[in-house]
């Protein structure tokens, strides 16, 4: 496709100025929330964006930048950024959801950055297919593991602890990484990327949690034997689990259906006897939304909400539903659930098994319903 025709989704001026600020979950490094409450369009304005870092930012020129190629392969190779622009390019919209996303309401309390509904973003990439880098080096027969490395690096000294200095790594699978939208990207929302997104290239792994898609890459290694690295086995990993038994320790991986509610908010004053827009956002991994319910009682009685827009694969999907509030004031739960075009549906219970990880089960979300003086009891909020 061709990189200067701007797609409707993304037209600029579909997205709103002023921004609310992105939440602070970690300083040094930089780890900054969506706020997820401010949804207002399908794609994520590039400053609203979330930035999930383990280290910090590296600095990459890009006049001496170089994507290098190696391991199971016939030709190395090396590649400059401007030769990357040259290639051929892909363009894919896709949801960014960090597997740690929702971490806040898991009870007890588990360790990483206590993210609560913005450790995802929606944007549009350009760039170029891995496929046609791995075409141009020749993956030799027998190719199990390709290898995604970052420029940036450190030592983590918390538990569990890495091996010294160690670098960003991740692989993903040989047939995945053919996969046509799986692309080494360079442009963001129709801007070169920003220095915390990855400049000047990252991988966009689609239908994959957000720590497949490696920032700052600048090396890709095509390996014959499974790659075993520190962040797909002392981290970012989920119990599997077979007629009862956690039976092996395996990399996250594919994102689950989630439906996420951007308003109400918690603990947010609603006026009774009022028609209130809920609404949100539905994203799932290798399939796409079907239907996204709303409960308002407590997860009795579930309604089918509208799906706003289009449907396109791994992009997440806009949702509302027109809620006449009660005319009793009170307390109120309402909740949301998502389901896929292969049927899978939400849990109403977490799953221990998956750790810290894909944090999927419905959150009941609480509102308070009150009069509000002076106000015609019909009247519309949050339209
Ligand atoms: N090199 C590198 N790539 C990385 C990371 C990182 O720390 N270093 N974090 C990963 C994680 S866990 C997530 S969720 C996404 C976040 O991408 P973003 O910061 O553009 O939102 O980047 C992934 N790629
Ligand atoms: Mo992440």
Redesign the pocket.
């Known amino acids: 496709m061709n990189s200067s025709i701007p797609s409707d989704q993304t037209s600029r001026e579909n997205i709103q100025a002023p921004f609310a600020a992105r939440i602070i979950r970690e300083n040094e490094p930089e780890n900054l929330e969506f706020p997820f409450s401010s949804l207002n369009s399908a794609i994520t304005p590039t400053e609203q ?7 910090p930012v590296p600095k990459i020129s890009p006049e001496t930048y170089r994507l290098k190629v190696d391991g199971h392969i016939e030709r190395p190779l090396e590649i400059s950024y401007d030769d990357l622009l040259k290639m051929p390019s892909t363009r894919v919209t896709m949801t ?1 959801e ?2 740690g996303n929702s971490r806040i309401f898991l009870s007890p309390k588990v360790s990483g950055l206590q993210w609560e509904l913005g ?1 995802v ?1 929606n944007a549009e990439w350009v760039g170029v297919s891995l496929s046609e880098v791995l075409n141009r080096v020749g993956v030799k027969p027998g190719t199990v593991d390709i290898i995604l490395e ?1 420029a ?1 690096s450190g030592e983590i000294k918390k538990e569990p602890n890495s091996p010294g200095k160690i670098t ?1 790594a991740r692989s993903i699978p040989l047939a995945k990484a053919f996969e046509k939208e799986v692309i080494l990207a360079y442009q963001m929302n129709g801007e070169p990327l920003p220095a ?3 400049f000047p290239l ?1 991988a966009i792994v689609p239908g994959w ?3 497949a ?4 890459v600048n090396r890709i290694s095509v390996s014959s034997v499974p790659f075993r690295g520190y962040w797909q086995t002392l981290d970012y990993t989920y119990w599997e689990t077979r007629n009862g038994l956690p039976i092996e320790l395996l990399p996250v991986s594919e994102i689950e259906v989630k439906a996420e509610i951007a308003r109400p908010g918690l603990h947010e004053v609603l006026p009774a006897n009022s028609v209130y827009r809920m609404h949100g956002a539905a994203w799932t991994g290798e399939s796409e939304i079907a239907k996204v319910e709303v409960s308002t009682d407590g997860g009795k009685i579930w309604s089918a909400t509208q799906l706003l827009g289009a449907s396109a694969k791994y992009a997440w999907r806009l949702w509302e539903f027109h809620w006449r509030t009660p005319a009793e004031p009170g307390r109120y739960t309402v909740m949301a659930r998502a389901t896929d075009a292969r049927g899978r549906t939400q849990p109403m219970v977490r799953d221990a098994h998956r750790g810290g990880y894909v944090i999927t089960h419905v959150q009941p979300i609480l509102v308070e319903v009150r009069k509000v003086q002076g106000s015609a009891s019909s009247e519309s909020y949050n339209i």
């Open positions: 964006f979330f930035i999930r870092s383990h280290f960014l960090c597997a450790a973003s970052g940036d960003y915390a997104h990855g990252r949690y957000g720590m898609s490696v920032k700052w």
